[in-house]
């Protein structure tokens, strides 16, 4: 048995495991960033004691827990380097849990995980050559070429959410601006309409979220847009518009097989990928888009969950 944790900027899912891949057990909590890194790691302790006390068996049962984390993960400590969204600055996850646990721990980027876990678990095949967009609080980016997933010269390669795609854009929490996360986050988007809001503006987005901001997500948005809502179809365009800049300029560069794409704002979307796809299609170069297959996720949050807790190389 194993156990996978996916530990995001606003929730914290795991599951246990078996060997044949299927979730068992199945647990989320709010990860409530706000009680900082230590704050976190208790929820992680406690959510794995949970999954595991619900299903009868014990800590010396679990061969391995893997942790699926948004950011830049250390090759061999597993420290995270770096997680703008969880506001993490070098911390050492892996010791402390093992430290907490008593079980093996093994920490990946997030993106990573998700799209080892459905390259293993979820494609009806096994192209050679994929390329995972992950769209949710911010974005995530997982790559296999030629079979493996690409890591990077230091283990921090795949950052696409942070690639530039308008050098005077909107800031960044990474600390840069116009990084393609900034325009196409579910975080982002959300709070530029909620700015709006909070100014005085209501449009077709008040009713849809009933007068209170504090529901407000990604899909209220889109909806707000298709029913003629002027605010949000600005914001909406704007979206479309990067995210098909962003597709064009990673299809030229890497040349993949098949993207696949998951997260939150795309799940929760109903024309996000195929308009940004349009964008793309106008903005590639010819050969790059030739044989490119394109396709959502189908293993949901299970992705990350399963991956991180299979992946080993």
């Known amino acids: 048995m194993r156990i996978g944790i996916d530990l995001g ?12 891949g299927r979730v068992l057990t199945r647990k989320r909590v709010p990860t409530d960033a706000v009680q900082g890194y230590e704050g976190i790691v208790a929820r992680i302790v406690h959510l794995i004691d949970a999954i595991i006390g619900e299903s009868g068996c014990s800590r010396n049962d679990i061969e391995r827990v893997g942790i ?3 950011g830049q993960i250390e090759k061999h400590s597993h420290r995270i380097v770096f997680s703008p969204n969880l506001g993490f600055h070098d911390v050492p ?18 993106v990573n995980a998700a799209i080892y876990g459905e390259w293993k678990f979820g494609l009806m ?5 994929v390329l995972g967009i992950f769209v949710g609080t911010g974005i995530g980016g997982g790559l296999i070429l030629d079979g493996r997933i690409y890591r990077g010269f230091s283990n921090v390669g795949g950052e696409i959410g942070h690639m530039t795609v308008n050098s005077h854009g909107y800031p960044c929490h990474c600390g840069n601006t116009g990084c393609f996360e900034a325009y196409c986050g579910g975080y982002y988007i959300v709070e530029r309409a909620k700015r709006r809001l909070n100014e005085g503006y209501r449009g077709k987005l008040w009713g849809i979220i009933g007068g209170d901001p504090g529901v407000l997500n990604t899909g209220h948005i889109e909806d707000a847009y298709l029913k003629g809502d002027e605010y949000c179809g600005e914001i909406w365009k704007e979206v479309v518009e990067h995210m098909g800049v962003g597709l064009a ?12 794409f998951g997260g939150g704002v795309v799940y929760g979307s109903k024309y996000l990928i195929d308009q940004a796809a349009d964008v793309m299609r106008r903005r590639v170069m010819g050969p790059s888009l030739k044989g490119l297959r394109m396709e959502r996720a189908r293993l949901g949050e299970d992705s990350a969950i399963m991956g991180a807790a299979f992946i080993d190389e």
């Open 9 to 20: 900027g606003t929730k914290i899912v795991g599951g246990l495991i078996d060997d044949a």
């Open 93 to 110: 996850i892996r010791d402390d849990l093992e430290r907490a646990l008593g079980i093996g721990i093994f920490v990946e980027n997030d």
């Open 249 to 260: 300029s990673l299809v030229n560069i890497l040349n993949p097989e098949m993207i696949v």
């Open 68 to 70: 699926a984390s948004a």
């Open 125 to 129: 095949e096994s192209p050679a050559n």
